[in-house]
Structure formats: C-alpha cells, structure tokens
C-alpha cells in the first residue's frame, strides 16, 4: 500500500472515530435535555428522576433493601435509584447493618449470618471441678471474647430484653449506624440518625455528612446540619 494510502485510511479511521464520539456526546446531551426542571439525568439507567426523591416510595422486594441516605426502590427500574445527582466523587451506596451493595442489581442484599459467641463452659479438668459454686457461677456470667478477624470489633447483639450473650464483629471505622464504636452498647453513633441529613457516611470512626435535606445546610466541618 502506498504512503499516500495508507495516510488516507488512518485519516478516515480517526474521523469515523470522531464522528461516533460526537454521536454519543450529541445523544446523551438529548437524553439530558429532556429531563425537566425538578429532574436529573440518572445515567446508569439512561433515566430522569425526580430531585429529592418522592414523596412516597414504596418498599424493597424481600430479600432486599436500599440505602437509607439518598436512595429509595423504583418499582419502574426493580432497583435502587438516587435522589440526588451523583458525580465521580460521590461516596459508594451505604447500606444498613448487615446488608451488602450488589452494583449487579443496584440493591442492599443480605451479608452472611454474623459471628456469634455462647457463654463459656466451665473446664472439665479436676482441678476446676473441685472448685465452688461460686467460682463456677462467676465464670458462667462473664463472656468469652469472640475471634473477630483483625480490624473489626466485637459488639453485643440486642435483643428484645437487652443485651444478649451473643456478639457480631463490626467494622466500626466503617459501618454507618455504629460509627465508631458499638451502638448496642452506647458507643459511636448511628451516621443516618443525624437531624436533617440526606446522604451521610462513615470515615475512620467519625460520621461525614455529604449533603443536607432542603431547608438544611452542611456545617463547616461536614459533620451535622443546620437549619437555614
């Protein structure tokens, strides 16, 4: 092949090239713009969607749920939809305890059964057996300390008469609703409790508000709102 040619081939390659580019820019721009006032383009469902949400959302099918902060179930997409404009800096979803983001169905689905602990046995050594009731009856109400993995820590389960004998292991530099220590015990705090909040995270341990309800407005320090 001549230079002359193959010049022509590589310069109508880069311009059919281009011109896709373009088509694509050119069609997303019209999808945008034909989002309304109180709306905004959604582009992994290629959708508009209300700013702030609805009203009234209706609830996740079983077996899963979405993100407390800045998420409801669209019936129209069976998935979880934002109620804010994202952008490349937005935080991942945020879903409650014990449930896990699947970006393959755009929902909160189940985590594993967590690690629980029972009461310890008493030794079956003589040297224990010959013990007395009230040694015994002390080593049965202290708790054995349950093997959580490096990084987590391990935090009494409630139940419905108060703490239980069992216990989860929590990232508690991580998880939104016992943020910095765990909750069931008073300690840390629950991100998606604070007043006025929309989308909230936790990083290292202290709760970050990203953006506020209308009629709310981020303090300086990103950690709580105020009403405007």
Known sequence: ????????????????????LLLNVSAASSNQSECKSNEFW?????????????????????????????????????????SHPLSASSPPPQCPKGWDWSPSTYSCQHQASPTSTSRPSPSASGHHQKKSTHGALS?????????????LDACPISGAHGITSDFEC???????????????????????????????????????????????????????????
Request: aromatic fraction near 10%; include cysteine.
């Open 139 to 151: 080593r049965n109400r202290k708790r054995a300390a349950p093997a959580c993995p490096l990084g």
């Open 170 to 228: 929590l990232d508690t530099f991580n998880e939104l609703e016992s943020c910095g220590g765990c909750a069931s015990v008073g300690k840390g705090e629950d991100c998606t409790s604070i007043e006025g909040s929309w989308n909230v995270g936790c990083e290292q341990g202290t709760c970050a508000v990203y953006n506020c309800r209308a009629g709310y407005k981020r303090s300086l320090d990103g950690k709580f709102c105020i009403v405007i």
């Open 42 to 82: 959604y582009s992994d469902k290629n959708c508009c969607l209300p700013n702030g949400g609805l009203p009234s959302t209706p609830s996740p099918p079983s077996g899963k749920n979405c993100p407390p902060s800045g998420w409801y179930w669209s019936k129209d997409y069976s998935s979880c939809v934002p």
């Open 1 to 20: 092949m001549s230079p002359i040619i193959r010049f022509g081939v590589v310069s109508y390659l880069k311009l059919l090239t281009l011109s896709i």
